[in-house]
């Protein structure tokens, strides 16, 4: 019964948020899908919205419209989806940079978002949806031609007022994205202070911008579970994490890396911990990290009655593991997420004989709570 509802809290916590469109609509792939049959079913919703998006060329820019009448920016691109998809998304610009996925532009994909500051408040102002090859269709409010039109964003305006891309549907493997060479269409770029647009494939596009490269800071808090063989209580204490993590991409390829420190108490164990970690990976989703913990108390569990104690837990590298969070919440000022972690400690046993159940537990480590990370750079 521990081992079912320890599977039921990790699958709820792995639940909690759905990312963008990856299920609910009707072309969404089914749950027994295989990798590639879900690839091509986001093949097939990107492509549809492109095509959906297409049909409103030189539709008139209306603040707050929503009809072949005329559409605000983000009004073109609800719009859009409706039409292909028949899903509802957020209303606004900023609320589309809350709820789609972070990607950066050299990874962004036909059917993402585009996102801009365009004015001094500082705010998401603008989003279009995204082509390929730094191409995008939106509907423009000013400059020289106004209404839906195609840019891009190696025109100086875009390029400046540029702050990142985000995804509705997940990743879609590079090999069997369709060639979008075609749907870039022949309208120029509409905003003051731009250059004409065109089906002219862009040049080679410039180094990444400061909206591709972020400094955060974040707290997490999450119960330590006891582990599927462990007695007593589904949980043996708590962990916290406060963390400064950098999102860069050398050689335009993204990677984030982390410093975190991760008060602990150990029920289970009767120690406090202070590990104290590096982490390294591709993305927030998913990290390895690893370093030296303080740990404070007599290590030791109660086994069939007996006091059976360990020793070790101050150790260089006391703790390695891996966190993954598969779903995140994105804000502008940053991101909220439920994670996993398991991670191996370094309790050793004092006793002479072995017992798997009892040392296993000391020495693995899984916790699942949430996680909030703020832009600070």
């Known amino acids: 019964m521990k081992l079912v509802f320890s599977l039921l809290l990790i699958f709820i916590t792995f639940n909690a948020f759905a990312a963008p469109l990856e299920s609910g609509y009707a072309l969404a792939p089914k749950v027994t899908a295989s990798p590639e049959e879900r690839a091509r079913a986001y093949i097939e919703a990107r492509q549809k919205v492109v095509e959906a998006s297409k049909k409103y060329e030189g539709t008139p820019y ?7 009448k005329g559409v605000d920016c983000s009004g073109f691109i609800c719009l859009s989806f409706k039409d292909a998809l028949g899903v509802a998304l957020p209303r606004s610009a900023s609320g ?37 090859e730094r191409r995008f269709i939106h509907a423009a409010s000013q400059g020289n031609k106004t209404g839906v039109i195609y840019s891009s964003l190696n025109e100086k305006y875009w390029a400046n007022t540029y702050v990142g891309a985000g995804r509705a549907f997940p990743e879609t493997p590079t090999n069997l994205l369709i060639d979008n060479t075609s749907m870039a269409g022949s309208s120029g770029a509409g905003r003051k202070g731009s250059k004409q ?3 002219k494939k862009p040049a080679a596009p410039p180094s990444l911008g400061s909206g591709d490269t972020r400094l955060l800071a974040g707290i997490a808090f999450a119960p330590i579970l006891n582990g599927f063989v462990g007695d007593g209580d589904i949980f043996r204490g708590f962990a916290s994490q406060f963390s400064f993590s950098l999102d860069a991409h050398p050689n335009g390829r993204r990677i984030v890396f982390g410093l975190e420190l991760r008060p602990e108490y150990d029920g289970a164990l009767g120690v406090f911990r202070l590990p104290m970690t590096l982490s390294l990976g591709p993305n927030y989703k998913f990290r390895v990290f690893a370093g030296p913990v303080f740990s404070f108390g007599d290590a030791s569990l109660i086994v069939d009655g007996n006091r059976r104690h360990y020793s070790g837990g101050t150790s260089w590298l006391g703790t390695i593991g891996v966190t993954a969070a598969p779903f995140i919440i994105r804000t502008q000022g940053g991101e909220i997420a439920p994670f996993i972690e398991a991670a191996w400690q370094s309790y ?25 990370l703020i832009n600070i750079l």
């Open 348 to 372: 050793f046993s004092d006793n002479s004989k072995f017992d798997f159940k009892s040392d296993f537990l000391a020495g693995f480590h899984l916790s699942t709570g949430i996680r909030w």
């Open 62 to 68: 209306r603040y707050g419209g929503m009809t072949s």
């Open 197 to 199: 647009g065109g089906t």
């Open 96 to 132: 589309l940079y809350s709820w789609a996925e972070r990607t950066i532009i050299d990874e962004a994909q036909p059917g993402d978002f585009l996102f801009f500051k365009t004015d001094k408040s500082g705010n998401i102002t603008h989003v279009g949806l995204y082509l390929g």
